[in-house]
T-cell receptor, first 114, second 110 residues
Framework: KAGVTQTPRYLIKTRGQQVTLSCSPISGHRSVSWYQQTPGQGLQFLFE???????NKGNFPGRFSGRQFSNSRSEMNVSTLELGDSALYLC?????????????FGNGTRLTVT | KQEVTQIPAALSVPEGENLVLNCSFTDSAIYNLQWFRQDPGKGLTSLLL?????REQTSGRLNASLDKSSGRSTLYIAASQPGDSATYLCAVSGNEKLTFGTGTRLTIIP
C-alpha cells in the first residue's frame, strides 16, 4: 500500500510569491491534515480536511489556505510569502479524523523563502 | 490552551539499556495521545496511539502509558538499539485539535 505522498520535495520561493503544495493520502483515507514544522516553533497544526470539508483550523493567518478534492487529495496554498514561512510542511492522512485514527505522515515539502 | 511538554530535550544512552521518555499535557480533556518518531529530514512515523479510555498500548519493544488525571504519558523502550536513534514526539488530540510536544532527541550509543 502506497504511503502519503507530498510534492514537491523542495521549493525555493521569494518573498511576496505564492506557493501550492500537494498531498496524496493513503488510499481509503478521508482525512488529511497539514502541519508546519520549524526549529523555533516545533510542529504546529494548520488545518484538517475530511471529505472535502475543512473540520479544524489552527492559528495561522488567512494567507494559509487549503482544499481537498473528491479523491481525498489535498492542496495547501500560501500567498504573499514571508521569510518566516520557511519551514518543513507535513501532511498526514488518517481513516477517520485526527481524534480517532493513527496519523500517517508524508516526508514533507521543504519550503525556503528568500 | 493545551500545552504539551517533553523533557528532556535530548537523551543519550548506551545500547541495550531500557529507557523512558516523558510527555506532559495541561488539559486532560483529550481524545487520544499518539507517539511518533521522526528521523532527520523525514516525516513522522506513528508508533503507538492510546485512546483516552485506555491506560497503555504495546508494540514490540515499545510500551506507552497514559494517565489522564495527572496529564502524563510515558514511552518505554526496552533493550534499546542504535536504530532507535531519532526524535520522539508525543501529540495530544483534543478540542484544540492536535498539539505536539517539542520532542526528545534520542541517541543510542553503540
Amino acid at each position: 500500500k502506497a504511503g502519503v505522498t507530498q510534492t514537491p520535495r523542495y521549493l525555493i520561493k521569494t518573498r511576496g510569491q505564492q506557493v501550492t503544495l500537494s498531498c496524496s493520502p493513503i488510499s481509503g483515507h478521508r482525512s488529511v491534515s497539514w502541519y508546519q514544522q520549524t526549529p523555533g516553533q516545533g510542529l504546529q497544526f494548520l488545518f484538517e480536511y475530511f471529505s472535502e470539508t475543512q473540520r479544524n483550523k489552527g492559528n495561522f493567518p488567512g494567507r494559509f489556505s487549503g482544499r481537498q478534492f473528491s479523491n481525498s487529495r489535498s492542496e495547501m496554498n500560501v500567498s504573499t510569502l514571508e521569510l518566516g514561512d520557511s519551514a518543513l510542511y507535513l501532511c498526514a492522512s488518517s481513516l477517520g479524523g485526527t481524534e480517532a485514527s493513527p496519523l500517517h505522515f508524508g516526508n514533507g515539502t521543504r519550503l525556503t523563502v528568500t | 490552551k493545551q500545552e504539551v511538554t517533553q523533557i528532556p530535550a535530548a537523551l543519550s544512552v548506551p545500547e541495550g539499556e531500557n529507557l523512558v521518555l516523558n510527555c506532559s499535557f495541561t488539559d486532560s480533556a483529550i481524545y487520544n495521545l499518539q507517539w511518533f518518531r521522526q528521523d532527520p529530514g523525514k516525516g513522522l512515523t506513528s508508533l503507538l496511539l492510546i485512546q483516552s479510555s485506555q491506560r497503555e498500548q504495546t508494540s514490540g519493544r515499545l510500551n506507552a502509558s497514559l494517565d489522564k488525571s495527572s496529564g502524563r504519558s510515558t514511552l518505554y523502550i526496552a533493550a534499546s538499539q542504535p536504530g532507535d536513534s531519532a526524535t520522539y514526539l508525543c501529540a495530544v488530540s483534543g478540542n484544540e485539535k492536535l498539539t505536539f510536544g517539542t520532542g526528545t532527541r534520542l541517541t543510542i550509543i553503540p
